[in-house]
Structure formats: C-alpha cells, structure tokens
C-alpha cells in the first residue's frame, strides 16, 4: 500500500503565475488535509476535504487559494498569481477516519 | 501564545540518553497526537493518546498527558543518532457536539539532535 503521495516534490514559479499541488492519498482513505509549513515553523491547517466536498477551509486564504477532492483523482491545491509569502512547503495527509492522519514528503514552493 | 507549544525548542544530547520534550495546549482536545518530522521530510506519526488516557507507551516512546494542565510529554528512552528529527505534538479540537473531525493543530516543534 503506497503512501499518500504528492507531486511535485519542488515547484519554482514567479510572482503572478499560478501553482497547482497534487495529492493522492492512501487508498481507501477518503479524507484529505493540507497543511502549510514555513521555515522553522510547525504546520498550519489550511483546509479538509471529503470526497468532492470542502468540510473546513477556514485556514486558507479568502483570495487566490482553492482545493478541490474531486470523485476521481487527486486532491489538487492551486495557487493563483503566487506571491513571494506564498513560499513554503505544502503537506497533504490522508486519513481512513479523521484520526491518524498519514503525511506525503510534501511539495515545497519557491516563487522568484 | 498558541495552541500546541512545544518546549525545549532545541535539544541536544548524547546517544543513550534519555530525551523528554513537553506540549502544552489551550483548548479541549480529542485526542494529542505527536509526530517525528526529519529534515525536508514529512510527518510521521509516532503515538495518539486520547484525552481519557493518561499514559501510553509504544517501544522506545512514552507519552503522558495531563488534561487538567493541558500539558503533555514525550519521553524517548535509550536516544539513538537516528532519533535526530523534529518533534510536533498536534491537537485534535472537539468541536460543539463532540465531534473532531481530525483538524490539527500543531505546535512550533522541538529540533532533538542526539550525537554518536
């Protein structure tokens, strides 16, 4: 059983483009977390996901930030006109029941 | 301060030793949950107690949790130089209802380096 996997593992865009981060969770685990990480810092909840439904967005910014779980696929996190504070590493994890969460290596965002 | 704060932000000791780290947190929990993360990695999940356990062990690890001071440990017996990672403890919220559906909050992270 393959971990929660995400791609990509570093992503460099420029102020103004867009940034999209790809999950799979674990099979059979139908939730799905995002996390953000800045440097030296613990991880900061952004937004969990059931399958094709957003159940708690109250840590992702109002504008530019959006997540979707669709039916089939992963779980992508986009990015619109990324901003330098936009830098971080970004982790997904699955659950199978909202208890043990399972994290992926994470992607981690560089804007120029 | 915020939920979730870990103490000693740095540890460093020798291998053999024993390495104790604390959690403290602000609302009332589910469950505490701590993660092991080594550089440029992700988080592994290394034990969960639940807020009505008090202590749990699993190999080398064991986890105390007070809820009445809403203050947790994590003691590492026997430290290896393996063991050099970050630690996170992480709180799962009880929402009204008493239900969590697993949201985390998680702490600053204690940074343990154990020398060979």
């Known amino acids: 059983n393959a971990g929660v996997m995400q791609n990509p593992r570093h992503l460099v865009r420029r102020r103004g483009q867009e940034a999209r981060l790809r999950c799979s969770p674990m099979k059979g685990h139908s939730h799905v977390y995002w996390y953000r990480q800045l440097p030296e810092e613990g991880l900061k909840f952004m937004v969990y996901l059931q399958k094709e439904n957003i159940i708690d967005e109250s840590g992702m910014p109002k504008e530019r930030f959006s997540a979707e779980f669709p039916k089939e696929g992963p779980s992508i996190l986009r990015i619109q006109q990324v901003v330098r504070g936009d830098s971080a590493a970004y982790f997904c994890a699955s659950s199978p029941d909202k208890r043990t969460q399972h994290f992926g290596d994470g992607t981690r965002l560089s804007i120029l | 301060s915020q939920q979730g704060e870990e103490d000693p932000q740095a540890l460093s000791i020798q291998e053999g030793e024993n390495a104790t780290m604390n959690c403290s947190y602000k609302?009332?929990?589910?469950?505490l949950q701590w993660y092991r993360q080594n550089s440029g990695r992700g988080l592994v999940h290394l034990i969960l107690?639940?807020?009505?356990?008090r202590e749990k062990h699993s190999g080398r690890l064991r986890v105390t949790l007070d809820t009445s001071k809403k203050s947790s440990s994590l003691l590492i017996t026997a430290s290896r130089a393996a063991d050099t990672a970050s630690y996170f403890c992480a709180t799962a919220t009880i929402y009204a209802g008493g239900t969590s559906y697993g949201k985390l909050t998680f702490g600053q992270g204690t940074i343990l380096t154990v020398h060979p």
């Open positions: 609302t009332s929990i589910n469950n």
């Open positions: 107690i639940r807020s009505n356990e």
